[in-house]
């Protein structure tokens, strides 16, 4: 090894140690275990897929958990096809009603969110869900179909080790407050801007 490609090693050790370092000491300052409380929002796609990434790391460990979807149902996704399917560990509740642009029924969507909100309740008062997926929640609350004060006193009061994800655009700042961690997903393009249909097994 050259001097100069000795001095570079030594410098990016150096680096490197100094990182390691950080990041040992960040994880040792994490001390306190309970559940998270994450907020996946954004104008970005990817809210949806990064919350089921966290329903598989949680099969992963044979972990029990319960997914509500409040916008999505006229159309089958492969996530619902997959999990109802293969994953009985998960307990999987959607409104059923689509997208709440197309029904333009404001007193059937807010009946159709009260009934999966109710199945979602009984999943933030069940200790035995390790994790639950409120996909699309946002919207509930920026629509007001759903009760914020009591959606927030669901979600400040579920079991101490208990996961929850929220996702969806808007919602408010009282889920921004609620959360320990907030993703702001930010769209740089969008396939579909361009004419390209949605993908099967990508998009939906």
């Known amino acids: 090894m050259s001097d100069k490609q000795d001095k570079k090693q030594q410098s990016h050790q150096k680096k490197m140690e100094k990182l390691k370092e950080n990041i040992d000491a960040s994880i040792a300052a994490a001390s306190t275990e309970r559940g998270v409380s994450i907020l996946l929002t954004g104008n970005g796609k990817g809210k949806s897929s990064s919350a089921f990434g966290m329903v598989m790391r949680a099969l992963g460990y044979g972990y029990k958990v319960g997914v509500v979807q409040f916008i999505k149902g006229e159309q089958l996704s492969g996530e619902e096809l997959y999990v109802r399917d293969q994953c009985p560990q998960v307990t999987f509740q959607q409104m059923g009603t689509g997208f709440t642009w197309d029904t333009q029924d404001r007193s059937g969507d807010i009946a159709a969110a009260e009934t999966s909100w109710a199945v979602a309740t009984e999943m933030l008062a069940d200790e035995s ?76």
Do not use: C
């Open 129 to 204: 869900y390790h994790l639950v997926v409120l996909d699309e929640l946002t919207y509930m609350l920026s629509f007001k179909y759903l009760d914020e004060e009591k959606v927030m006193t669901a979600l400040k009061n579920r079991p101490h080790n208990q996961s929850v994800v929220v996702t969806g655009r808007g919602g408010g700042n009282g889920l921004v407050e609620w959360a320990d961690t907030v993703s702001e997903i930010k769209e740089i393009k969008h396939a579909y801007n361009e004419g390209i249909m949605a993908r099967k097994g990508v998009d939906f």
